[in-house]
């Protein structure tokens, strides 16, 4: 008798005992082991313990905040982290994207949508996977160079450093050089969200990636049609 496949693993830091404990009680429940950290010390000891598949992560943290906590987590080992904050100020999101979360979440969130976020996170991290083991070809526009086999990019040569989610929104782009492709259409294809997640939050979420991603890659590179969408273009 064949075992199925092993549960992931899911760390979750949150200072608010009920929020930690409401988290891990869903996650359990859709098949998560569990493992919580209530601080920012304990949160960086734990991950490099027990080497979680995913991280939900928030930023207000006695001992030091998430953001040094993503820091000192994705220095040691990349793993996919959702950031949840009780602030939408653009500011603090690009502070968290560029130490490298993934996506983030505004409290108050649902369950649903948590579960549904973190879900959506590791089947990225399955087809990037998928997608290295295939070797494809290195994607190069007017400078801009984007390899999907190692997952590296350069921009005129220089190495420029992408949080994975940055790194499939740049290529998903790049593979139209040219063509507007719409936030619903990018959620679907990037963050693999389908349409019951095109709210409000979701499409601010593309933006804060696209900013991020700008200040990487050259702001002039990827052009907005103000109500539509983004599109890559070719400097050369």
Request: glycine share 8%; charged share 25%; proline share 6%.
């Amino acid at each position: 008798m064949t075992s199925g496949p092993a549960p992931r693993t899911a760390l979750v830091v949150e200072d608010e005992p009920a929020i930690n404990e409401a988290l891990a009680q869903r996650l359990r429940a859709e098949g998560y082991v569990v493992e919580q950290a209530f601080d920012g010390p304990s949160a960086v000891e734990l991950a490099a313990a027990v080497r979680p598949d995913v991280v939900l992560l928030d930023v207000m943290l006695p001992g030091f905040d998430g953001l040094e906590v993503c820091r000192r987590i994705q220095a040691a080992r990349p793993v996919p982290v959702l950031m949840l904050t009780a602030r939408d100020d653009e500011a603090d999101v690009l502070v968290g994207l560029g130490v490298g979360a993934d996506d983030y979440l505004t409290k108050p969130f649902s369950m649903r949508e948590v579960v549904a976020r973190v879900a959506a996170l590791l089947r990225r991290v399955e087809r990037a996977a998928a997608l290295a083991d295939e070797r494809p070809a290195a994607i190069e526009v007017g400078g801009l160079r984007i390899d999907p086999g190692t997952r590296r990019t350069s921009v005129a040569g220089e190495a420029v450093h992408l949080t994975p989610t940055e790194f499939d929104l740049l290529l998903c782009l790049a593979r139209t050089p040219g063509q507007v492709l719409g936030r619903e259409r990018l959620l679907r294809e990037v963050w693999d969200w389908g349409d019951a997640w095109a709210s409000a939050s979701a499409t601010r979420t593309v933006d804060s990636h696209v900013k991020a991603l700008r200040s990487k890659v050259g702001a002039a590179r990827i052009r907005t049609v103000h109500g539509v969408g983004y599109a890559l273009e070719d400097l050369s």
